[in-house]
Antibody, heavy 125, light 108 residues
Framework: EVQLVESGGGLVQPGGSLRLSCAAS????????MTWVRQAPGKGLEWVAN????????YYVDSVKGRFTISRDNDKNSLYLRMNSLGADDTAVYYC??????????????????WGQGTTVTVSS | DIQMTQSPSSLSASVGDRVTITCRAS??????LNWYQQKQGKAPKLLIY???ILQSGVPSRFSGGGSGTEFTLTISSLQPEDFATYYC??????????FGQGTNLEIK
C-alpha cells in the first residue's frame, strides 16, 4: 500500500524550531518529487515547499524562505521539513505529499496524488 | 507568482443537481491545472489533472475543462458523498505551485 506518515508536530513557542518527518512506503521514493502543503485552521491549502528526486532542486513559498528547509533521505525513504523562527502564522496541519508526473499527449502533468494524514503544528506561548 | 481565484467561495446545492466551479489563473497556465476534493478532517484527494484528465478511480460524474486562464470543475449529478471543499491548483510555474482559496459545496 502506498503510504505517507508524518510525525514531529506539536506545540512550540514563537521563535522556536521544529522538524517534521515523513515516512514513505509502498513506492520507489527516490523516483518522485516530494512536497509539503499546509492548512491553517479553517483556511485553505497552501503549498510550502518541494524537493526534486535526489534533492538537487528545492523551492519554497515566499513566506517561509530563509526559515524552512526541506530535505530528504532516499536511503531511509524519508522527507523532512526543518522549521525555524516559527510564528503564529505557521500554525497549521502540515501534509507530506507525493508529486507525480502523468504523461499524456506529449506532456508531463504534475499533480499531488498521495497525501499523508497530516501533522499539526501549533505556535503559541 | 501565479495567483489562482475560485468562484464561488461557497455553494449550496441538492442531491442530483449539476454544479460548476470556476478557477481563474492570473497568467496563462495552459492546461497545467489540477482539482482536489477535501472532506472535513481529511487530507485532500486528487480528482483531475491536466485540466480534464480524471484520476484513476474518480467517478465519471466529475469532469474538468478549460485552458489558459479559465477552468471549470463540473459535477453532473451531485451525490451525498460529494459535499466537500474543492480546490484548484496550478502546476505550471516551475514547480512553485499555488492553490485556489477553495469552494465549499454544502447541502441545500
Amino acid at each position: 500500500e502506498v503510504q505517507l506518515v508524518e510525525s514531529g508536530g506539536g506545540l512550540v513557542q514563537p521563535g522556536g524550531s521544529l522538524r517534521l518527518s515523513c515516512a514513505a512506503s509502498g513506492f520507489i521514493f527516490s523516483r518522485y518529487w516530494m512536497t509539503w502543503v499546509r492548512q491553517a485552521p479553517g483556511k485553505g491549502l497552501e503549498w510550502v515547499a518541494n524537493i526534486k528526486h535526489e534533492g538537487s532542486e528545492k523551492y519554497y513559498v515566499d513566506s517561509v524562505k530563509g526559515r524552512f528547509t526541506i530535505s530528504r533521505d532516499n536511503d531511509k525513504n524519508s522527507l523532512y521539513l526543518r522549521m525555524n523562527s516559527l510564528g503564529a502564522d505557521d500554525t497549521a496541519v502540515y501534509y507530506c505529499v507525493r508529486d507525480s508526473g502523468y504523461y499524456s499527449l506529449g506532456y508531463n502533468y504534475y499533480a499531488l496524488d498521495v497525501w499523508g494524514q497530516g501533522t499539526t503544528v501549533t505556535v503559541s506561548s | 507568482d501565479i495567483q489562482m481565484t475560485q468562484s464561488p467561495s461557497s455553494l449550496s446545492a441538492s442531491v442530483g443537481d449539476r454544479v460548476t466551479i470556476t478557477c481563474r489563473a492570473s497568467h496563462n497556465i495552459r492546461d497545467f491545472l489540477n482539482w482536489y476534493q477535501q472532506k472535513q478532517g481529511k487530507a485532500p484527494k486528487l480528482l483531475i489533472y491536466g485540466a480534464s484528465i480524471l484520476q484513476s478511480g474518480v467517478p465519471s460524474r466529475f469532469s474538468g475543462g478549460g485552458s489558459g486562464t479559465e477552468f471549470t470543475l463540473t459535477i453532473s449529478s451531485l451525490q451525498p458523498e460529494d459535499f466537500a471543499t474543492y480546490y484548484c491548483q496550478q502546476s505550471h510555474s516551475s514547480l512553485m505551485y499555488s492553490f485556489g482559496q477553495g469552494t465549499n459545496l454544502e447541502i441545500k
